[in-house]
């Protein structure tokens, strides 16, 4: 009898592998009868029990099935986004589809359809029912029942697909690129709007500004350029008043929280570009508004001129005040700004936090003027005010070292993921897809990303994967996902442009990178953590990024680069002939570009018969964990002026020079002579290195050092 068994087995296992079907590779399970349609974990779930449904194929993870071979004559679906099993839930008619950990439970048998490549019907293990669809409706549930004869509803493809198992640059550039495609409206060549107005635009302005700071993508700034350049035709260079018409609406003379947000993206815009003409609008502005609202008595600014009581603050108006005074005072606005910055920051945390007991950021007060002392309050908390304390908290202690701000930060962060998100970490407050509240998770994201990246806290990496990756997994066909990610988006749900923006940010303000990188690593130099007035490009589509257009003042930042023990002496960097021709210097920073560089690189004019040439400086001597900057100063600016990696060195650099001109002195190159490689200790090597290793390339032309 177990002889009968193996041999039937072998044969079930040979005639799905016949007709298409491989363990180990990964489908998308589509309907025959609804071709569009396929088997989606219901609202990428990664819950034990959740349901699985049928669902327009949006090519996302909790849409893909990786088969696996139970070795008993079955076969299971494992979903590439959980991990998990479609199980069946029981084995009777009517039964359905959800998630199980346990593959034993979770048996399937495919029976090929005759003549039909990759068709199948799809049974329970210890039954003769079939997985049957009727409706075809995003959202139906996938029933066992008996077999009917010839039915397209019970025939399933198995189509297929390359997993998407890790959030990715692919991913997030898919969902900048769908949202700017559905929601970026042209009103002249260089003027778009995405809601006509309103904080929100504002808001969405940032994003933009966020996507173009982690990607170096200047299409991205050309968009935020157009968005602000719509606004500024119609409130002009002074953001205190209403302007209400249907091209657009503001209404900076009532809400001060809404002037401080366009505030903060015009100064980040400065700020990202170095062009002080939106630095100085911004500060203009900030003064206006900051001894508008500003109410001495309680340290904090009033929410609104017009609208609610006049002694009513609250940190949607104080936290982004905070917010755009470091960026003001990071763009060399002085010192003040970061005073007016550190001041409302103490009045909120002993006001709105109670001295930041929990890290919860409450919503609102309302004073007593004649007793000076609150009269009411409100402790709702939300992902805004939580994102852009949270977002204070990091700037400051960029600039002041104060260890306070470090332990505020991780209150403030602990608290959101413990008490605004679900078990798995993905944010279930503010699941709103209109009114205000639609938008506030984007700004959460944004300084989540800061914390991560400029506090060093690896640990909270996965938590902002987790919320992109989720958002895309619930993205519609269109390829956009409201605010309400924690479910999948329909076109009707996923229609305004201020609740999609979210989603976006999250994809965004993912670390995709190394949180702490290793000092003696190649840092690309396209891979940054931040830049200013740079662009990425990719010259020859095939992923080879550089950083191009190289402008006066344009720099690079990579955070946590860590030298541990080792002293780092040196530093190389990979840069043409035409940037080095109208680079003046390249300035190497450690912590805060201010006060005397590490190092001052001065490229003389090169050949321009080689397309690289790497150039070497010795810096301040360097140990343990240190922020890195990159600053280049040109004479003017030029299209294709190019930059492509650096990295330190314990030698010094006339050590590396030394050991570089003893090759190319013992070697001379004949005609039509094969490219020889040899490491810097001057070892040939016998093959080509692999990818990381820095080399010599000798041949008839070339004896420069260069990276493979």
Known sequence: MKKTFAILTCCLFCLVAQASLEVGKTYSVKSQKFPAKSLF?????????????????TDVPSSQWSLVYTGDSAFALQSVYSGYYATPRSQKVGGSLRLNRVLNNSKLVFIPVDEEEGIFHIMSRDSTLYLTVQTGKDGETPVWSEKIDDSDCQRWKMEEVEPKPIFTAAMRDE??????????????????????????????????????????NEEYLKMATYVYNYFNTHVGNSWDKLVYKDAYKWYGHDFNDDVMWQIIAVARLGWLTGNKSYTN?????????????????????????????????????????EVAACYLGMSGCGEEYFEKARDLYSAQRKIMTNNMSTGKIWD???????????????????????????????????????????????????????????????ITACQNNDGDLC????????????????????????????????????RTVEGVTASAWLTKST????????????????????????????????????????HSGLSVVDEEGRGNNRVANVTDGCWVKYDNVDFGEETARSISIDISPLASNITRSVEVYFDKMEGTPACVIEPNELDQAQPWYTLFADITPTTGLHHVYVRFNCSNSRAKSKVDQIRFFTEQASE???????ISDDITPEADAPVSYYDLSGRRLHDAPPAGYYIMQKGNQSRTLMKR
């Open 656 to 662: 590396l020079e030394t050991a570089i001109k003893s």
């Open 364 to 426: 609102s007060v309302v004073w007593d003027p004649e007793t000076e002392t609150v009269k009411s309050k409100n402790e709702w908390s939300s992902t805004y005010n939580q994102g852009t304390m949270l977002g204070a908290a990091c700037l400051l202690y960029d600039h002041y070292g104060d260890e306070q701000y470090l332990r505020d930060a991780k209150k403030i962060v602990s608290y959101t993921k413990t008490s605004l998100c679900n078990s798995k970490g993905v």
């Open 175 to 216: 969902m900048v690129d769908n949202y700017l495609k559905k929601f970026a409206k042209r009103i002249s060549s260089s003027s778009r709007t995405f809601s006509y107005g309103g904080w929100g635009e504002s808001e969405q302005l940032e994003v933009v500004l966020d996507a173009y700071e982690s990607t170096g």
């Open 491 to 530: 076109p009707e749900t996923a229609s305004n442009p201020f609740s999609c923006s979210t989603a976006v940010s999250a994809a965004v303000n993912a670390v995709l990178g190394d949180v702490v990188k290793n000092g003696f690593d190649t840092l690309q130099i396209e891979k940054f953590d931040y």
């Open 439 to 474: 938008g506030f998770k984007g700004i959460l994201m944004r300084y989540v990303r800061r914390f991560v990246l400029d506090l060093n806290q690896p640990d909270y990496k996965a938590w902002l994967l987790t919320n992109a990756m989720h958002s895309y997994c619930n």
């Open 281 to 321: 609008v911004a500060k203009k502005n900030f003064d206006v508004i900051y001894k508008r609202a500003y109410i001495p008595f309680t340290g904090m600014m009033r929410w609104a001129e017009n609208s609610g009581d006049r002694y009513g603050t609250n940190s949607c108006s104080t936290g982004p005040t």
């Open 41 to 57: 974990c219901k609202n990428s779930s990664y819950e034990i029990g959740a349901e699985i449904v049928l669902w327009t194929e």
